[in-house]
């Protein structure tokens, strides 16, 4: 079949991006207008439950690579494979990931076709699909399209599409394909230890704090802590062990605007907006977070937005469902206090 | 090491940006380097500082689009070139690629070619891994350290930020990088420097410069460009006397709206 849809499923240490299984749904929205079928692609080592997992989200079939090669991913022998496989298909979607972006782009490159990363929404228009992609972080949409060449390559928006119910009873063919590697000339001699509880991309709920948090005047830094800028990353710590604790109740990742991410509070992984991670939970809560219009452009499409904040004029009201004028220091402890409560 | 780093020009991040009949505009705010092209400008620097070579800046846009490599020439790297050509407007990131890689072969001799992880406007994150696709080196993409250089031994071992950890990854050398935030502080550019680069020659290339008569088309195109639609939230400020109040009002509403 010259016009199916591939869907390219990520997983890092034995886990399934959830953003593969939104890409399966949309290839199996487009496959029922385009009159296709969809593929799951699976690349890794021991990656057959993966692909079996694909079938129940939705797929006809899998396209398995597994060899020892592929335990640890690297662009070159991933795309070269994905490129064979795409040579024929009609569609290729990715969900968006530190992975998958480069490797959606080097494909393109190999069959010389067009990528567009990121999408948020998808309509079909005169056979090629005409999807909507954020540009300026979100300050404006662009609607896409490959008119011509092919296979049209998408990278889905974590959390933009609905993730499909799996059915444990659907069944379909998993093949494993002959693999043709070519030489492989770099090499992975590591991880670190990870980095984030929970993802920003993919977290329902995010609890983020700003320049605020460091504000606690009532707090005085240990008496051996005599530098100015010491002292103020103490009182930083402070305010965001705050902020953690009210993410940790709710199962949230932890955000923070870029101020607080400059004046060295908290890693730059947790920084969301312009320069940072682009985010859409379905509840994010700003803490001593003013809203410059490179934060907001950042978490805007988010579904419920609570701010918090001393300023009652501090532009992020402007974007909120819920508003709290006052001390994030008096606030937080309760808050969280409060959700344990209520949610056991 | 002879370095080549990618950057593009960008309207500042605080800009308001508005579309009208398709036609992007961010009124009077200033355009500046991409801002995570710094980045990759300050890590060729360094690497420069450390093992001695050449950095050259390059850049694809209109002919006015100067400000980008300027920055970088008052930053430090040792020359610039704009590759501009009416044919190359609207291209997309396929062609980019192409042109981005053509202009690095006629550079010659580069050992390592850095860009910021995307641009803060079309924010696509995929020419990087492109052009090294094209010039058939490694793709070292969302570089966070880079923890050893062997120009001699023509390698790099760099810490790459995927989602969830670093990873640790050795490469040969040539090799594309591009740099997330995470790799250093770039540096204000010097008086010195932004005297030396208002008054240095930007040599200006075009595709027949690279060799390219004809520029193939752009696979993907843009037929509209729009605003979001306008978020339409009344906030609804939250009343209490004491924090504890505060705090349970706040979740009494949560859970009504079913938030939580």
């Given at each position: 079949m010259a016009n199916k849809i591939l869907v390219y499923i990520d997983h890092f240490a034995g886990q399934v991006v959830p953003a593969s299984w939104e890409a399966v749904g949309v290839g199996t929205s487009l496959a029922e207008k385009l009159g296709s079928e969809v593929v799951a692609v699976v690349l890794g080592h021991e990656v057959e439950t993966f692909a079996q997992n694909a079938i129940e989200f939705g797929a006809g079939g899998v396209l398995m690579g597994d060899a020892p090669e592929l335990k640890d991913y690297r662009p070159e022998p991933f795309a070269r494979v994905l490129s064979q496989l795409a040579a024929e298909a009609e569609v290729l979607l990715l969900p968006t990931t530190s992975r998958t972006r480069e490797l959606a782009g080097m494909v393109a490159v190999d069959l010389e076709t067009g990528v567009m990363p990121d999408v948020v929404a998808f309509e079909i228009e005169d056979g090629s699909v005409l999807a909507t992609r954020p540009i300026y972080a979100g300050k404006l949409l662009t609607k896409v399209i490959c008119?011509?060449?092919?296979?049209?390559i998408f990278t889905l928006r974590s959390r933009a599409f609905v993730k499909p119910e799996p059915d444990p009873g659907r069944s379909g063919d998993i093949t494993r394909i002959e693999l043709d590697?070519?030489?492989?000339?770099?090499?992975?001699t590591g991880y670190s230890e990870?980095?984030?509880?929970?993802s920003l991309s993919d977290a329902a709920i995010i609890v983020s704090g700003g320049r605020?948090?460091?504000?606690?005047?009532r707090l005085s830094p240990p008496t051996?802590?005599?530098d100015e800028g010491e002292q103020e990353i103490w009182r930083a710590q402070q305010g965001f062990a705050l902020v953690s604790d009210l993410a940790k109740v709710l199962g949230a990742a932890m955000g923070a605007s870029r101020a607080a991410v400059d004046a060295g509070y908290?890693?730059?992984?947790h920084q969301v907006g312009q320069t940072g991670k682009v985010v859409s939970p379905d509840l994010y809560i700003a803490c001593?977070?003013?809203?410059?219009i490179q934060h907001l452009a950042g978490m805007?499409?988010?579904k419920t937005i609570v701010a918090i904040n001393r300023?009652?004029?501090?532009?992020i009201f402007k974007l909120a469902r819920f508003g709290i004028v006052g001390d994030l220091f008096d606030i937080l402890p309760p808050l969280t206090q409060a959700f344990k409560e209520r949610l056991g | 090491m002879n370095i080549v780093v990618c950057v593009k020009q960008t309207p500042d991040t605080a800009a308001t940006v508005t579309v009208e009949d398709g036609v992007v505009s961010w009124g009077d705010a200033p355009v500046i380097l991409n801002p995570w092209d710094e980045f990759a400008v300050e890590e060729a620097l360094r690497i420069k500082e450390a093992h001695g070579g050449q950095v050259t800046a390059i850049s694809l846009g209109?002919?006015?689009?100067?400000e980008a490599l300027k920055q970088a020439l008052a930053m430090g790297c040792d020359q610039a070139i704009l590759i501009s050509d009416p044919?190359?407007?609207?291209?997309d990131s396929l062609v980019v690629s192409k042109i981005l890689a053509a202009s690095i072969n006629k550079i010659g001799d580069a050992d390592l070619v850095i860009f910021g992880?995307?641009?803060?406007?079309?924010?696509?994150?995929v020419t990087g891994p492109q052009v090294a696709r094209r010039l058939g080196w490694p793709a070292l993409s969302l570089?966070?350290?880079?923890t050893a250089l062997d120009p001699e031994g023509k390698n790099i071992a760099v810490e790459r930020m995927l989602d969830e950890c670093r990873q640790l990854v050795r490469s040969p050398l040539p090799a594309v990088v591009s740099v997330v935030k995470e790799i250093n502080e770039p540096r204000y550019p010097s008086f010195m420097g932004i005297r030396k680069a208002s008054r240095a020659e930007i040599p200006l290339w075009t595709a027949a410069d690279l060799g390219l008569d004809e520029i193939s088309d752009s696979a993907v195109t843009w037929p509209e460009i729009i605003a979001p639609p306008k978020i339409e939230t009344e906030v609804e400020m939250i009343e209490g006397e004491t924090p504890e109040e505060l705090a349970a009002h706040l979740v009494d509403r949560l859970m009504e709206e079913k938030v939580i």
């Open positions: 008119p011509e060449k092919r296979p049209q590697l070519g030489e492989i000339v770099t090499e992975v990870s980095m984030v509880g929970v605020g948090v460091s504000n606690n005047p051996e802590i005599t908290v890693p730059y992984e001593g977070i003013s809203g410059a805007r499409t988010s300023d009652s004029d501090a532009p | 209109p002919e006015d689009a100067k044919a190359l407007a609207g291209a992880r995307a641009s803060v406007d079309s924010d696509t994150g570089v966070a350290a880079v």
